[in-house]
C-alpha cells in the first residue's frame, strides 16, 4: 500500500530535550516536506527537499532540521524543542513535475511542556 | 499574512443538500489551486484541483470553481452525505506543485446531518 509512515503518532517532551520524528514514504517519491497545523492557521511549510542531500527552508524553519540521506526518509530533528512548538506535524510527499497532489501522513501530535 | 484564507470556520448542512466551501487567495501568481479533507487523527487527502486556466473542474459529486478576477475558489459538494462531515482545506501553488509548496488555507469544519 502506497504511504507516508510518520513516528510517532503522539509525542510529550520537556523544554530542551532533542527530539526526532521520522517519516519515510514508499512511493519512491523525489519530493518531501514537513507541515505543521495550528488552530486558525491551517498547515504551514517547515521545511522541504527536492532529492537526497537537497533541502531548503519553508515558512516557518526556525527551531527545525532536517535531512534527506536517502530517497525514502525525511526525518525532522527538534535540537531545543519549546514550548511554541507543541503542533500537530504532517510529513508529505509527491513526485515532481505536473501537478501531482501531497500525499500526507497521518500527522505527530507533539506536546513540549 | 494568510495569503490564502478560508472565512468560514464552521458549515452545517442537511444530508443530500448542497454544501459550498469557499475559499479567497491574495496572491495573483498562484496557478493551481486544490481541495484536501481531513478526518481526525488522520493526514490531510487530496480531493480535487483547479488549475488557474480553468474555471471549473467536476468529479463525480465535487466541483471546484475558480473565479480569478475576485481570486476566489469555491467547492460544491453535491448531493452531501454524513461521511462528508470532515475539514476542508484549500490550498494554492505556485508552479503547479513544485517542490510539494502549497499555501493553506485556515480549514473549514463540515458537518452534514443525517
Known amino acids: 500500500e502506497a504511504q507516508v509512515t510518520q513516528n510517532p503518532r503522539y509525542l510529550i517532551t520537556v523544554t530542551g530535550k532533542k527530539l526526532t520524528v521520522t517519516c519515510s514514504q514508499n512511493?519512491?517519491?523525489?519530493?518531501m516536506s514537513w507541515y505543521r497545523q495550528d488552530p486558525g492557521l491551517g498547515l504551514r511549510q517547515i521545511y522541504y527537499?527536492?532529492?537526497?542531500?537537497?533541502?531548503d527552508k519553508g515558512d516557518v524553519p526556525e527551531g527545525y532540521k532536517v535531512s534527506r540521506k536517502e530517497k525514502r526518509n525525511f526525518p525532522l530533528i527538534l535540537e531545543s524543542p519549546s514550548p511554541n512548538q507543541t503542533s500537530l506535524y504532517f510529513c508529505?510527499?509527491?513526485?515532481?513535475?505536473?501537478?501531482?497532489?501531497?500525499?500526507f501522513g497521518n500527522g505527530t501530535r507533539l506536546t513540549v511542556t | 499574512d494568510q495569503q490564502v484564507k478560508q472565512n468560514s470556520p464552521s458549515l452545517s448542512v442537511q444530508e443530500g443538500r448542497i454544501s459550498i466551501l469557499n475559499c479567497d487567495y491574495t496572491n495573483s501568481m498562484f496557478d493551481y489551486f486544490l481541495w484536501y479533507k481531513k478526518y481526525p487523527a488522520e493526514g490531510p487527502t487530496f480531493l480535487i484541483s483547479?488549475?488557474?486556466?480553468?474555471d471549473k473542474n467536476e468529479d463525480g459529486r465535487f466541483t471546484v470553481f475558480l473565479n480569478k478576477s475576485a481570486k476566489h475558489l469555491s467547492l460544491h459538494i453535491v448531493p452531501s452525505q454524513p461521511g462528508d462531515s470532515a475539514v476542508y482545506f484549500c490550498a494554492a501553488s505556485l508552479g503547479g506543485t513544485s517542490y510539494g509548496k502549497l499555501t493553506f488555507g485556515q480549514g473549514t469544519i463540515l458537518t452534514v446531518h443525517p
Open positions: 483547479i488549475s488557474s486556466i480553468k
Open positions: 508529505a510527499s509527491s513526485s515532481p513535475g505536473g501537478n501531482s497532489p501531497l500525499h
Open positions: 512511493m519512491n517519491h523525489e519530493y
Open positions: 527537499s527536492m532529492n537526497v542531500e537537497v533541502t
